[in-house]
């Protein structure tokens, strides 16, 4: 099997070479062969790293893309892995899209100010502001 160098992957994946090393070191790619202190690489690193990509795409952060691929029992499916973390992220998600709404409502209010001191404006941003305790 036809091995490729750090910059063939680079240039198929379309990232940079720095950024598989950094996948590299933080343990969401396995560590690649070496050979006279070059790393080789073989095809199936291409599909490790859009896995990554696709990962991050979607809100996962580094360490949860790490616990993804390699904390779970040899054998665990993808789908059992995806469904952990799928929940949370979800959760994350909706208290961001909460909070996008709030910002996008004051803005949109602003967009109307006739406030003559600021004290009158954070009057209205308050009142638009969901409580704290909401989940």
Not at 6 to 34: C, H, M, N, T
Not at 40 to 59: F, N, S, T
Not at 90 to 107: C, G, H, P, S, W
């Amino acid at each position: 099997m036809p091995y490729m160098s750090i910059g063939e992957v680079a240039d198929k994946a379309g990232i940079a070479a720095s950024a598989i090393r950094f996948y590299e070191r933080q343990g969401v790619l396995p560590a690649a062969q070496r050979v006279h202190g070059r790393r080789h690489y073989q095809a199936d690193v291409l599909e490790h790293i859009r896995i990554v990509q696709m990962a991050q795409a979607v809100g996962f952060s580094i360490e949860e893309i790490r616990l993804l691929l390699h904390d779970f029992p040899a054998g665990t499916p993808p789908s059992l892995r995806w469904q952990r973390f799928a929940g949370q992220k979800l959760t994350e998600i909706d208290a961001l899209l909460r909070r996008a709404n709030a910002i996008k409502q004051i803005l949109q209010q602003g967009l109307q100010c006739q406030c003559a001191t600021f004290t009158e404006c954070l009057a209205i941003v308050d009142a638009a502001e969901p409580p704290a305790s909401e989940p």
